[in-house]
């Protein structure tokens, strides 16, 4: 087993947004799930303010039909910035225009089939070259703290490996996850010698689910070139990275921070109560309505 010895910096990020978010239908059937609000900016900015925290200034979206709302975002707004100048609303104005910061740019590439995550990350090899490279996944909101994209560059500044991040799951749940297997390094840190796509409870080979934020080096490409459908059918990230730890150090991280799975109905509202909670403009009056109105609803 060689141990990879990069050393270069994560500069750059792709963020998976070409799934079809068919478990919000309807509010998913003309615009993309990581549009979807949480208090007052879509999940997708979540994820790229975690990527600008943590060093990366290229952010490569694979998208799919239906998502050019993202795109738009993440643009210039000229004539809104326009209107907000002229009855000067700065505060609102300064909110539009630093949705993306100086020195930041964006790329989209189409993925024109929908083959899984794997087919996705490969669909960007070719606007990563051989560089480390780090993935966001929007449906995963990490909130709390220092960025959690940060704390796994830091992470892998150290070992120069690719950097998977877990946290536990507890009972049943663990079956939509990647779980991994590995030997404890520190208080936070794996040394990865498994991992299975969505295992059945009694075959998971720990309570340590992925959670959607990776750091790889280059040579996952290779191993995502390689590979056959898996779970479900799909061509799966998971596999990927099991390759690739047959081949070099993977390390997994349990990042520090509250993680909302976005990606189902629930996680989404407790999401939008919590940070609604703690937000500056709205979090008293939120917490005064969850403490004396809604008695009578429950
Ligand atoms: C994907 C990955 C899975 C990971 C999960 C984290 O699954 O395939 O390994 O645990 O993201 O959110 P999905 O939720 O897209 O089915």
Same mark, same amino acid.
């Given at each position: 087993?060689?141990?990879?010895?990069?050393?270069?910096?994560?500069?750059?990020?792709?963020?998976?947004?070409? /799934? &079809? !978010?068919?478990?919000? #239908?309807? =509010?998913?059937?003309?615009?993309?799930? +990581?549009?979807?609000? @949480? %208090?007052?900016?879509?999940?997708?900015?979540?994820?790229?303010?975690?990527?600008?925290?943590?060093?990366?200034?290229?952010?490569?979206?694979?998208?799919?039909?239906?998502?050019?709302?993202?795109?738009?975002?993440?643009?210039?707004?000229?004539?809104?910035?326009?209107?907000?100048?002229?009855?000067?609303?700065?505060?609102?104005?300064?909110?539009?225009?630093?949705?993306?910061?100086?020195?930041?740019?964006?790329?989209?590439?189409?993925?024109?089939?929908?083959? /899984? &995550? !794997?087919?996705?990350? #490969?669909? =960007?090899?070719?606007?990563?070259?051989? +560089?480390?490279?780090? @993935? %966001?996944?929007?449906?995963?909101?990490?909130?709390?703290?220092?960025?959690?994209?940060?704390?796994?560059?830091?992470?892998?500044?150290?070992?120069?490996?690719?950097?998977?991040?877990?946290?536990?799951?507890?009972?049943?749940?663990?079956?939509?996850?990647?779980?991994?297997?590995?030997?404890?390094?520190?208080?936070?840190?794996?040394?990865?010698?498994?991992?299975?796509?969505?295992?059945?409870?009694?075959?998971?080979?720990?309570?340590?689910?992925?959670?959607?934020?990776?750091?790889?080096?280059?040579?996952?490409?290779?191993?995502?070139?390689?590979?056959?459908?898996?779970?479900?059918?799909?061509?799966?990230?998971?596999?990927?990275?099991?390759?690739?730890?047959?081949?070099?150090?993977?390390?997994?991280?349990?990042?520090?921070?509250?993680?909302?799975?976005?990606?189902?109905?629930?996680?989404?509202?407790?999401?939008?109560?919590?940070?609604?909670?703690?937000?500056?403009?709205?979090?008293?009056?939120?917490?005064?309505?969850?403490?004396?109105?809604?008695?009578?609803?429950?």
């Amino acid at each position: 087993m060689s141990v990879t010895n990069t050393n270069k910096v994560v500069r750059k990020a792709i963020f998976p947004v070409a /799934g &079809l !978010g068919s478990r919000f #239908l309807p =509010a998913t059937k003309a615009s993309p799930k +990581e549009m979807m609000p @949480v %208090v007052d900016k879509p999940l997708i900015q979540y994820a790229v303010e975690e990527a600008v925290a943590a060093g990366v200034t290229e952010m490569i979206f694979v998208t799919g039909r239906a998502k050019r709302a993202i795109a738009d975002h993440f643009d210039k707004a000229y004539e809104l910035e326009h209107q907000l100048e002229k009855s000067g609303k700065k505060e609102l104005l300064k909110i539009a225009q630093s949705v993306v910061p100086k020195g930041v740019s964006c790329t989209y590439i189409r993925q024109t089939e929908a083959l /899984g &995550l !794997g087919h996705a990350v #490969l669909t =960007a090899a070719h606007l990563i070259g051989d +560089e480390p490279f780090a @993935v %966001v996944l929007a449906d995963d909101l990490i909130y709390g703290g220092d960025s959690a994209l940060k704390q796994m560059v830091e992470q892998h500044s150290f070992y120069s490996s690719s950097v998977i991040a877990v946290q536990q799951v507890l009972g049943a749940a663990i079956s939509a996850y990647g779980v991994i297997s590995g030997n404890k390094q520190g208080e936070r840190l794996y040394l990865l010698d498994g991992i299975v796509e969505k295992p059945k409870l009694e075959d998971a080979p720990s309570d340590m689910g992925v959670t959607g934020r990776y750091i790889f080096t280059p040579q996952i490409f290779d191993h995502l070139r390689a590979l056959k459908p898996g779970a479900g059918g799909e061509y799966q990230l998971t596999d990927a990275i099991h390759a690739l730890l047959l081949a070099e150090q993977v390390m997994a991280y349990e990042f520090k921070g509250t993680r909302y799975d976005c990606g189902s109905k629930m996680g989404l509202l407790r999401a939008n109560i919590e940070l609604a909670l703690v937000h500056p403009e709205i979090g008293e009056d939120v917490r005064h309505y969850l403490k004396n109105d809604l008695n009578g609803l429950l």
